[in-house]
């Protein structure tokens, strides 16, 4: 994640999810002058950088998508996910992947708004 400590609400990270992470990588590196940082773990992960920052990560589709084409998503921060998945279902959303957590990272979970628009909410934990 970003060293920046996102306020609740606030964009704070973007991820692809494609079927070719490579040939992801060398067409937005060139596009826009990205370089990677190999993340270690049992997935290939590359988190995008911008400069010194990292903005975002590259990952090859999980087995719970298969099917889907290669896509972007979008994070958001938030105070606390269980709570926020819990309200998106009181508000008419539907919670698509239950909060989990992702080590050394925070707690995400996936929603659904009640138009069909999907959004990631993620809660840090309090390292980088």
């Not at 002058?33 to 990952?59: N, T």
């Not at 994070?75 to 539907?94: H, I, P, Q, S, W």
């Not at 992702?102 to 708004?113: L, M």
């Not at 138009?115 to 390292?127: D, K, W």
Request: hydrophobic fraction near 40%; include cysteine; charged fraction near 20%.
């Amino acid at each position: 994640m970003s060293t920046r400590t996102p306020g609740h609400g606030s964009f704070c990270w973007n991820e692809l999810m494609t079927t070719d992470p490579a040939a992801a990588q060398a067409f937005y590196g060139r596009m826009f002058g990205w370089s990677y940082q190999d993340m270690p773990g049992k997935e290939p992960y590359a988190v995008i950088r911008c400069g010194e920052q990292g903005q975002g990560g590259v990952m090859g589709m999980p087995a719970e998508a298969a099917g889907m084409p290669p896509c972007w998503g979008a994070y958001v921060a938030v105070d606390d996910v269980d709570a926020r998945a819990k309200l998106a279902e009181e508000l008419g959303g539907k919670v698509l992947m239950a909060p989990r957590d992702i080590p050394d990272i925070g707690r995400f979970c996936v929603i659904r708004d009640p138009q069909g628009a999907v959004i990631s909410m993620i809660t840090l934990s309090g390292g980088d």
